[in-house]
């Protein structure tokens, strides 16, 4: 009788640990603290249903397409792949070298698609506040980029990126 | 290593595996909450917090049985299987997938606690392998 109660106790914990852990009760909280500043906030005008919204290949994070961080390339086969954050599109870069035919990042000035290799870029964690808090943001004109930080070449930036 | 040292010691382990397991489980989504439970949206270490929580309850379902269970070979059986599972949590983040970015708090704080936490339950269920096998050798 004594194992049996104390079996059913432990029971009880453990089946109440299983619902109070599989639904969190902070798991709404986010939702009040995205109402200021987010990027992600502003879906693209065209992307109506949620599955429309492309998806960051690196951190799975919907890609708002009309920031100006956003980056989107051609992998060899042809398949489009979108970035989330500049940082994101470098650290893919360096981990799967040579697997983008082609790379388009996002003037920060002009808010236009430019060649990420004809690009030059700035970090500077304290200007711009990425999705990601890489603090990478493209330019497509150098005076542009010099009035944030030293610019950096499309190689440069990708030799001295690191995610340590 | 007297008797009843051993037995002590013996009875301490469910419930120092049981409170691991509730601290995997809690780490990704209140203590060090990753990106998704904070100002961001859904993403990658969401799904590692999700697996987390899976291998957290695991530990604690067979932190429970060893109160019940024991036979020597089910104690070592569960204690075997607890030094894997930590194994797990510590390689769950990369198997699964967290933040690049060394800003972001999954990356920075989440990460290495359930590292850290798998690496105890690694070496606490290490030893509790070692207790247990090492009564019987004792009796021999």
Not at chain 1, 28 to 55: I, L, N, T
């Amino acid at each position: 009788m004594r194992l049996s109660l104390g079996f059913t106790r432990w029971m009880a914990i453990f089946i109440f640990s299983i619902f109070y852990f599989a639904f969190p009760l902070n798991s709404g909280a986010h939702s009040p603290a995205q109402g200021h500043e987010h990027v992600h906030q502003h879906h693209h005008q065209h992307h109506s249903a949620m599955e429309d919204v492309p998806k960051c290949t690196v951190c799975g994070m919907k890609v708002n397409m009309e920031g100006k961080f956003a980056s989107w390339g051609k992998d060899a086969n042809n398949n489009l792949v979108y970035f989330c954050d500049v940082g994101d599109m470098l650290y893919h870069l360096q981990k799967n070298s040579g697997t983008l035919k082609e790379v388009y990042v996002k003037d920060y000035e002009k808010n236009e698609w430019i060649e990420a290799k004809e690009a030059f870029y700035v970090q500077a964690k304290e200007h711009f506040r990425t999705p990601m808090r890489w603090g990478i943001a493209a330019f497509k004109n150098k005076e542009d980029a010099k009035k944030y930080g030293e610019p950096k070449t499309f190689s440069e930036i990708l030799s001295t990126f690191s995610s340590k | 290593m007297n008797e009843e040292n051993s037995q002590r010691i013996k009875k301490i382990f469910p419930f120092l595996f049981c409170i691991l397991g509730v601290g995997i489980i809690a780490t990704p989504y209140y203590i060090y909450p990753v990106c998704e439970y904070l100002i961001y949206q859904r993403m990658i270490c969401s799904y590692t917090a999700l697996a987390e929580a899976i291998l957290g309850l695991l530990i604690i379902g067979l932190a429970l049985g060893m109160f019940f269970l024991k036979t020597r070979k089910a104690l070592l059986g569960i204690s075997l299987v607890l030094i894997f599972l930590g194994i797990l949590v510590i390689l769950g983040p990369s198997l699964v997938g967290y933040c690049p970015s060394p800003e972001m708090p999954c990356h920075k704080y989440t990460v290495p606690a359930l590292r850290i936490e798998g690496a105890v339950l690694s070496l606490l269920a290490f030893f509790s392998f070692f207790v247990h096998f090492r009564q019987r050798t004792q009796h021999r």
